[in-house]
């Protein structure tokens, strides 16, 4: 497995756990302010994760892969839009 098969598989990894998430968040019907609450916690650590994901495929000579990665955290980050696996 290559360097760019490890990050890409690692992004779809945060990226499908945080739809999953957010989605079992709102299937069971959580009180509309705790799902606020869980959903911008689950936003704010999935951005984290996908920044460290950036550094790594940044680190291993991945520069447009981590340039990618980041569009998405930032995309996710300030519009709440969920990225597409890759």
């Known amino acids: 497995m290559t360097h760019a098969e490890v990050v890409i598989y690692e992004y779809n990894f945060w990226i ?47 520069g447009d892969l981590a340039y990618r990665i980041n569009c998405a955290a930032v995309a996710l980050y300030d519009d709440g839009t969920s990225p597409k696996p890759m």
């Open 16 to 62: 499908q756990r945080y739809q999953f998430d957010t989605t079992a968040v709102i299937e069971n019907g959580t009180p509309r302010t705790t799902m606020i609450y869980v959903t911008e916690k689950l936003r704010e650590s999935t951005v984290d994760q996908l920044h460290r994901i950036a550094n790594f495929a940044y680190a291993g000579g991945e």
